[in-house]
């Protein structure tokens, strides 16, 4: 198997805002109680650090330029080129949701999907001739346009969307606590000890433990 692409360009973005958010505001503020526009801005941001947590959390890949990986709608262009040695029949696509190939072009010629290659569970890109497995060119670059991504807010799964919106509440309920503080009492009056990362329901990553399960499917170890 050969690993991620050597080249990733992102051709056309998913643009700042909405359509890279993971929930919306108006669905945090329905389960926190909140009404009117005071803390409209607040929320915003914290919905996008979660959603940039979410997708470096995921292991997401960037594109050559630095660009941020974004669970939104993209067009990406990947690129291997020649390697030492023969390839084998597989081909990792970029990490994002929903990656599909648009077009598949090796040595300058263009492929036909379920004829010469094919598309196989986890983004690998299959190599075929005949039926049968094949590998890729060793002599020359492939080059794969795809599109990935949900379009953002509303392609987000539901079950995902539930804890994305429990790790905003998390944020926004605790931006005014000291977060070196792990619990604190009043004698006769308070006593409140709070989650942390590692804890029984904040995982190393800072994420919701219930976060991180529902986010499994989504997830890959950076090349």
């Known amino acids: 198997m050969n690993a991620g692409p050597d080249l990733l360009e992102t051709t056309v973005a998913a ?4 359509t890279r958010r993971l929930t919306t505001k108006e669905k945090v ?3 926190i109680g909140l009404s ?3 803390d409209d801005t607040l ?3 914290l919905i996008d650090q979660v959603s ?6 995921c292991g997401l890949s960037a594109d050559t330029a630095g660009a941020f990986p974004t669970f939104g709608a993209e ?3 990947a690129t291997w080129y020649a390697l030492t040695g023969d390839r084998d029949d597989i081909l990792l696509l970029p990490w994002r949701p929903s990656a599909a190939p648009t077009t598949v072009v090796e040595n300058g010629v263009t492929l036909t999907n379920d004829t010469d290659y094919r598309l196989l569970p986890g983004g690998a890109l299959q190599r075929v001739s005949g039926g049968c497995p094949s590998i890729w060119d060793p002599c020359f670059k492939v080059v794969v346009t795809l599109t990935a991504g949900w379009s953002l807010p509303t392609g987000v799964p539901p079950g995902v969307e539930a804890r994305i919106i429990d790790q905003v509440k998390l944020a926004y309920q605790g931006r005014k606590r000291d977060h070196a503080i792990r619990s604190e009492t009043i004698p006769n009056i308070h006593q409140a000890s ?9 995982g190393q990553s800072g994420l919701l433990v219930a976060l991180e399960s529902v986010l499994s499917p989504y997830y890959r170890d950076a090349l």
């Open 15 to 18: 643009a700042a805002g909405a």
């Open 29 to 31: 503020k329905t389960l």
């Open 194 to 202: 709070y989650a942390v990362p590692g804890g029984d329901s904040i």
């Open 43 to 45: 929320l915003d941001q």
């Open 36 to 38: 009117g526009a005071t």
């Open 75 to 77: 067009t990406l262009r």
């Open 52 to 57: 940039d947590d979410v997708a470096r959390y």
